[in-house]
Nanobody, 123 residues
Framework: QVHLVESGGGLVQAGGSLRLSCAAS????????MGWFRQAPGQEREFVARISRSGGARYYADSIKGRFTISRDNAKNTVYLQMDSLKPEDTAVYYCAAGSDTSGTDPRRYDYWGQGTRVTISS
């Protein structure tokens, strides 16, 4: 089992940047595909980005492509989400998740979740 803890959220102005971190414990994240999801008030949880076990393959939602970058440091057992050119519509609680090679973009296919970190973008 793996325990995930997100950090780095906060309040920033539109156009600003934030870097989210997801620290894992219990098992090494090399065992997992890692993903970031977000959930805005009244909305369903949506896929943001995922990264393969080695970090060699990354996949992004169209809504954030070119603005967000997912990365992982397996030695530190940590996954990151660098968010640039933030927009008010990026406001949400951001979650880190651990899954398998078949998890894809479906949150139901991810096995472990963090508690989330809130990101608020002011206009």
């Amino acid at each position: 089992q793996v325990h995930l803890v997100e950090s780095g959220g906060g309040l920033v102005q539109a156009g600003g940047s934030l870097r989210l971190s997801c620290a894992a414990s219990g098992r090494m994240i090399t065992n997992y595909v890692m993903g970031w999801f977000r959930q805005a008030p009244g909305q369903e949880r949506e896929f943001v980005a995922r990264i393969s076990r080695s970090g060699g393959a990354r996949y992004y939602a169209d809504s954030i492509k070119g603005r967000f970058t997912i990365s992982r440091d397996n030695a530190k057992n940590t996954v990151y989400l660098q968010m640039d050119s933030l927009k008010p519509e990026d406001t949400a609680v951001y979650y880190c998740a651990a899954g398998s090679d078949t998890s894809g973009t479906d949150p139901r296919r991810y096995d472990y979740w963090g508690q989330g970190t809130r990101v608020t973008i002011s206009s």
